[in-house]
């Protein structure tokens, strides 16, 4: 649409976005792209309308969910990924091991006399960083972290000052996993939701150790 002037704020998706795709004047060859387009996802609907329901479902039966979604920015779909990217939260004996994993702690070279710190590692889950991102963009206007967000982009900038409250983030997830309440499904039973499929599977085994990032596509919506 932009390639013709055209632009809207809202969604192209809902009823009024519809009516304003309707009523553009484009090329025979655009109008038939739009068209074919908006059929495959009314096609998909039913299958992405299930999928929701059952994440929903999941989500639900998983105290764990309902514990994270009390961080700012954390609704259930971005808690499923965290809970399945991260696994068995006794694996990493401490918030700082956790955010290591993640890739959110900034690489370190040094010599005898300097030592440098660079950018974040990106090692580990790439969607768990993806999620933590999208969550701290709104828990960035929070008054848990916002003073803490603009004290941080002064000094160096909003995308290090969001990555910073990413990392914040994750650090409470630790916690509030780690403290005691309501008991997480057993290992041997616990299932994760796939963020690509939807698919409801047992999470797989893995050492804190290791640096898998996840594949596939994530939506972007909780």
């Given amino acids: 649409m932009a390639d013709f002037g055209y632009d809207r704020s809202g969604s192209y998706l809902s009823g009024p976005g519809r009516g304003w795709l309707a009523g553009l004047e484009l090329p025979a060859i655009s109008r038939e792209l739009v068209t074919g387009y908006l059929a495959v996802i009314d096609g998909l609907a039913p299958l992405t309308d299930r999928i929701d329901g059952e994440l929903r479902q999941h989500a639900k039966a998983d105290p764990r969910v309902k514990i994270l979604t009390t961080l700012p920015g954390v609704g259930q779909f971005t808690a499923l990924v965290m809970l399945a990217e991260i696994g068995d939260i006794t694996r990493f004996p401490s918030a700082r091991k ?8 900034p690489t370190v070279r040094g010599s005898d006399l300097h030592v440098r710190h660079g950018h974040i590692s990106k090692q580990g889950s790439a969607w768990l960083r993806w999620v933590l991102n999208q969550a701290a963009q709104t828990a960035k206007r929070s008054p848990e972290f916002s003073a803490t967000y603009a004290a941080i ?35 041997s039973t616990a299932t994760a939701a796939h963020p690509q499929t939807g698919r409801v599977t047992k999470p797989r085994a893995s050492s804190h150790l290791r640096h898998e990032p996840a594949t596939g596509r994530a939506r972007s919506s909780d």
């Fill in 98 to 105: 956790l955010a290591s994993w993640a890739g959110l702690t």
């Fill in 153 to 187: 982009a002064k000094r160096r900038g909003k995308k290090i000052a969001t990555i910073a409250i990413s990392r914040k983030l994750l650090t409470r997830a630790w916690h509030l996993l780690q403290a005691p309440g309501p008991a997480s499904p057993d290992a």
